[in-house]
């Protein structure tokens, strides 16, 4: 199986960055978790990028906050799949991130997630897998298939205390 690349722009990201591991655990995906920088290593973040295909990554997920070039960087270096999650850091309640990440030029794509929604964005990369993987596919239908239980359940306990 493919394994999907998690990158975060800072160590300080890692605890929203946690929500996309621990999904890609869940599914048993490989996965490789790195700091990098679109400003302060650029030339690191390039050369990951550039060699992500031939060192085995289906997908790159790329977390990180303020002026967040990381993913539209990564995007600019590889033809893999970049999905970006926008990060709530700084001032700006996340809009400066979500705008940076999710406003790519044709052509150079970035699939954006929301402010800090790192488990949407390990799904997306499990589903991009899961294409060509009938076992993963199935696995995805059975977390929908508990996801809805435990809406109708909540739905239960509301009916019987209001
Ligand atoms: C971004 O700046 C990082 O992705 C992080 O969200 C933000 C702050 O980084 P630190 O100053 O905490 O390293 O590049």
Redesign the pocket.
């Known amino acids: 199986m493919k394994k999907i690349a998690v990158i975060?722009?800072?160590?300080?990201?890692l605890p929203v960055v946690k929500k996309a591991i621990d999904v890609l655990e869940s599914f048993s995906v490989p996965y490789e978790v790195h700091v990098y920088?679109?400003?302060?290593t650029p030339n690191e973040a390039a050369d990951f990028a550039r060699n992500a295909r031939k060192n085995g990554f289906g997908a790159i997920i790329a977390?990180?906050?303020?002026?967040?070039h990381?993913a539209g960087a990564f995007a600019a270096n590889t033809t893999l799949p970049v999905v970006g999650i926008p990060?709530l850091?700084?001032n700006l309640g996340g809009l400066d991130?979500l705008l940076s990440t999710v406003q790519m030029p044709t052509g150079i794509p970035v699939a954006t997630v929301a402010v800090n929604g790192a488990a949407n964005a390990a799904l997306l990369c499990i589903e991009m897998l899961a294409i060509s993987d009938d076992t993963l596919a199935k696995k995805l239908e059975e977390k929908r298939a508990a996801d809805s239980a435990a809406v109708l359940e909540k739905d239960k306990h509301i009916l019987e205390k209001l």
């Open positions: 975060m722009g800072s160590d300080s990201d920088s679109a400003h302060r977390a990180a906050g303020m002026a967040a990381l990060v850091s700084g991130a």
